[in-house]
């Protein structure tokens, strides 16, 4: 996987984690924190959330949506790298500096805000947790690849 790139679809935030994700052009990450001004951000191994523009798109197609960006509760969509194929340990550089560490892929389903609005979530099943091993000014069609 080493070596793949992609680009940075969209980089979404919100202040309070539960709550769907708002899209800005630019962010900055702070290292061993996450993104600066979202509810996620701070002392855990979920930092900074990840999800493959393709998923986002093929649930629109499957489910005749239109599902934009941050409404999966996700920080980043990223194009064009199989992201739960980047495992657990691997890392994402993102821009000149950002680099994030993979540390779940998926976690517990709940009821969440995402599932209440849109009767299907991706985070649970193919969303990458990560830590943000290296902080940086991130933005929207940054090249992202498997470092």
Known sequence: MNGVRGSLHSICISPERGQLKKEVLEAQ???NKGI???????DWGRQVTCL???SVQRVNQEKGMNIGPGQFAE????EGIDLVKVGVGGKLKI????ILQ???IGKEDHPSVVTRTLGV???PYEGLFCRAVNGGLIKKGDLV???
């Not at 920080?75 to 990223?78: M, Q, R, T, V």
């Open 145 to 147: 690849e498997v470092i």
């Open 36 to 42: 600066e001004n979202d509810g996620h951000a701070g």
């Open 95 to 98: 821009g000149a500096d950002v």
């Open 102 to 104: 993979v540390s779940q």
């Open 52 to 54: 493959n523009y393709a």
């Open 75 to 78: 920080n980043l969509l990223i």
């Open 29 to 31: 990450v702070i290292e």
């Open 121 to 123: 979530t991706l985070l």
